[in-house]
T-cell receptor, first 115, second 112 residues
């Protein structure tokens, strides 16, 4: 079956521009995560959606970052007024369980380069 | 001190070698310990997980957790060139909700 998909796969933008990154989770998965992966760094948690509950935004690094999830499915991560330090791979993951170990299935990521 | 430490490598070994990958951590509340494998330009995929302490074996892969030392390991026997990837450890604690803490990953190259 289809896995987690993300678009675009690559995005090059100029400093100060806004960008939108999209994530299509696995159908039926209630949980959705956004992570950022920089060179030599681990995955940095950004935000977590679970069903209709209020999202856990505790990982968002600044108010320039926001995310929404429409209809409990597709999610969009928006970065406003991008900075060069925002350059990274942005990974989305989804999972179907909310107890015990919830295996997260990752998408291929969006590689963002801010010039 | 970071919550999870992992040698970034790169680690190069000949085909057939036994590989040992390790992570140390500082939070004694961690209960789930996971290893993810990430091929170049791909997202991570769950390789193995262990709950609390002990060993777990799956084919050529063995995961070990030593909670007293706050140390986890992944062993790969008879390594293959297809094992060449970045291996990330990840951990979770009950008070972290659904969030994992990831190590930076170790890049492994298995040379034919």
């Amino acid at each position: 079956g289809a896995g987690v998909s993300q678009s675009p796969s690559n995005k090059v933008t100029e400093k100060g521009k806004d960008v939108e990154l999209r994530c299509d989770p696995i159908s039926g998965h209630t949980a959705l995560y956004w992570y950022r992966q920089s060179l030599g760094q681990g995955l940095e948690f950004l935000i977590y959606f679970q069903g209709n509950s209020a999202p856990d935004k505790s990982g968002l690094p600044s108010d320039r970052f926001s995310a929404e999830r429409t209809g409990g499915s597709v999610s969009t991560l928006t970065i406003q007024r991008t900075q060069q330090e925002d350059s990274a791979v942005y990974l989305c993951a989804s999972s179907s369980r909310d107890r015990g170990l919830n295996e997260q299935f990752f998408g291929p990521g969006t590689r963002l380069t801010v010039l | 001190q970071k919550e999870v430490e992992q040698d970034p490598g790169p680690l190069s070994v000949p085909e057939g070698a036994i590989v040992s990958l390790n992570c140390t951590y500082s939070n004694s509340a961690f209960q789930y310990f996971m290893w993810y494998r990430q091929y170049s330009r791909k997202g991570p995929e769950l390789l193995m997980y262990t709950y609390s302490s002990g060993n777990k074996e799956d084919g050529r892969f063995t995961a070990q957790v030593d909670k007293s030392s706050k140390y986890i390991s992944l062993f790969i026997r008879d390594s293959q060139p297809s094992d060449s990837a970045t291996y990330l450890c990840a951990m979770s604690a009950p008070d972290y909700g659904q969030n994992f803490v990831f190590g930076p990953g170790t890049r492994l190259s298995v040379l034919p």
